[in-house]
């Protein structure tokens, strides 16, 4: 059986610490997704389920069927649900870090996050925009064989969507989406969906900027002069995918029938669809990286916290995905 999987435990203020013990009360009894949460074992047990202290994340597979199986690394200072401490900030990077460090040592088979607030980093001295940037930093300097990343898709039902821009705003994206970008985007997602997904032949969509892409240039031109050029240069390396076609008829049931995955230009060509089709179960995978990534596609809930209201589905989502990625990459 593989490694056990690495759950770092979030923002310690907020959903975290629910949403991880309704994980592992809905997982429990199968060993096979196994995780061992990297964080404070007293968030966890004060959400009402049992905990395991253990001293290595082999333990965790054992352990899992009794209680949430925890690496214990205590915070600074007591957390209070809703409100964020940035004396608590070095802990939720070392959560990150830790997990990062035992998926590329091979103790764990691959890293799910929980969210985190960016505001209380921000103010202890984090200086990346996120989970996925710092990342991709602490596996800077790992082997990988792949075109490097990190790229940001989004997982809901049978939909992949991967992104070329993430958190730009609109007027900038027509200036970010160059053809360099599209063609990253689409190996390292043509690359995941074989090794990690475990498909040999990827059939790649990509969606097109400007109302019914572009129609031949009538309404708009990154179409013909970015998107098409991008799309044949891909195909000339043996990627299959698409010239841009209209984003509006992209996304319904029969339309995604024909491919695997989606190169989504910019946020909201992907997360609408993605939350439409499965709002609370959507996941944050990152591809492009020496390790599996994985995280809810959702925020810290601080509004919620602590009130019994938080739903797991989006954790158990990556836990779940997380678990069949490290698969595929391992008989990869």
Request: charge should be negative.
């Amino acid at each position: 059986m593989r490694p056990p999987l690495a759950l770092s435990l979030g923002e310690p203020a907020g959903i975290g610490p629910e949403i991880v013990a309704g994980a592992w009360t809905a997982l429990r009894h199968e060993p096979a997704l196994a995780f061992a949460v990297l964080g404070d074992a007293r968030l966890i047990a004060a959400a009402g389920v049992p905990v395991e202290v253990i001293a290595a994340p082999g333990d965790a597979t054992a352990a899992f069927a009794r209680g949430v199986p925890v690496l214990h690394q205590p915070l600074a200072v007591p957390a209070t649900p809703g409100r964020p401490e940035p004396a608590n900030a070095l802990a939720v990077a070392d959560w990150i870090e830790q997990g990062v460090a035992l998926t590329l040592a091979g103790e764990t088979s691959g890293l799910v996050t929980a969210p985190i607030a960016k505001a209380p980093l921000y103010a202890a001295g984090f200086r990346f925009p996120g989970h996925t940037e710092f990342i991709a930093e602490l596996t800077a300097d790992a082997p990988y064989s792949g075109t490097r990343g990190p790229v940001m898709m989004l997982t809901a039902l049978d939909l992949r969507a991967g992104l070329v821009t993430i958190h730009a705003p609109l007027a900038e994206v027509p200036e970010l989406v160059t053809a360099e970008r599209v063609r990253r985007t689409a190996r390292v997602m043509h690359e995941a969906m074989q090794r990690d997904f475990g498909i040999p032949a990827p059939r790649l969509a990509l969606a097109g900027l400007n109302p019914h892409a572009g129609e031949s240039g009538a309404i708009g031109l990154e179409e013909v002069e970015v998107l098409r050029p991008a799309a044949e240069a891909l195909r000339a390396e043996g990627i299959r995918i698409t010239d841009p076609l209209p984003a509006d008829t992209l996304f319904h049931a029969d339309a995604r029938k024909g491919y695997d995955a989606v190169v989504c230009l910019y946020h909201d060509q992907a997360l609408i669809p993605v939350k439409t089709l499965d709002f609370w179960g959507g996941v944050n995978v990152t591809l492009g990286l020496p390790i599996v990534r994985t995280s809810p596609d959702h925020g810290v809930g601080f509004d919620i916290a602590g009130k019994g209201l938080a739903r797991p589905d989006s954790l158990i989502a990556a836990v779940r995905l997380a678990a069949a990625m490290a698969e595929g990459r391992a008989r990869a």
